[in-house]
């Protein structure tokens, strides 16, 4: 993890996304969602600090930010007041064990909503709530049996 001026400057980390879907979280303790995507989903952290976070999980970047880093942002109204944020949300972590996710997440006391489980939808996965309320899923695709 690196401090507040070592990390590249804003304006470089957003011409450095391609084209895709981007996520970005408000948290209220941006560490401890630190500590849930490396320790949990076994993310790679790019950069943290208590503002800001730059997280990798294979190609996947995704962000968080600290709620007072967003004064003035229409969306930072969306969450003041409310417990469990991303309220029908499911962030998806493909290729990310769930047996594996669930164990760290039960041995951290985090909530596990749903234990692992092969879904009919081919993929195996449980559901894991963050310390913020936020749903994430880590999962890994069924082999094919018939092959």
């Known amino acids: 993890m690196s401090d507040k001026d ?4 804003a ?3 957003g011409r450095s996304f391609r084209p895709g ?6 948290m209220r303790d941006v560490m401890e969602g630190v500590r849930f995507a490396k320790e949990v ?3 790679t952290i790019l950069h943290a600090n208590e503002d800001f976070a730059a997280i990798l999980y294979g190609e996947s970047v995704w962000m968080l930010h600290h709620d007072r880093t967003y004064r003035g942002n229409v969306v930072q ?5 409310f417990e469990g944020r991303g309220a029908g949300i499911e962030l998806r972590v493909y290729g990310c064990s769930p047996d594996h996710a669930e164990a760290r997440a039960r041995a951290q006391g985090f909530t596990v909503l749903a234990g692992s489980m ?3 939808h081919g993929l195996r996965e449980c559901v894991i709530l963050d310390h913020e309320g936020y749903a ?3 999962g890994v695709g069924i082999p094919d049996k018939t092959e």
């Open 21 to 26: 879907l981007g996520v970005n979280l408000l």
């Open 136 to 138: 994430w899923v880590p």
């Open 77 to 81: 109204g969306l969450v003041q007041g």
């Open 6 to 9: 070592s990390f590249m400057p």
């Open 118 to 120: 092969d879904k009919p």
């Open 11 to 13: 304006p470089e980390l």
């Open 41 to 43: 989903l076994g993310a």
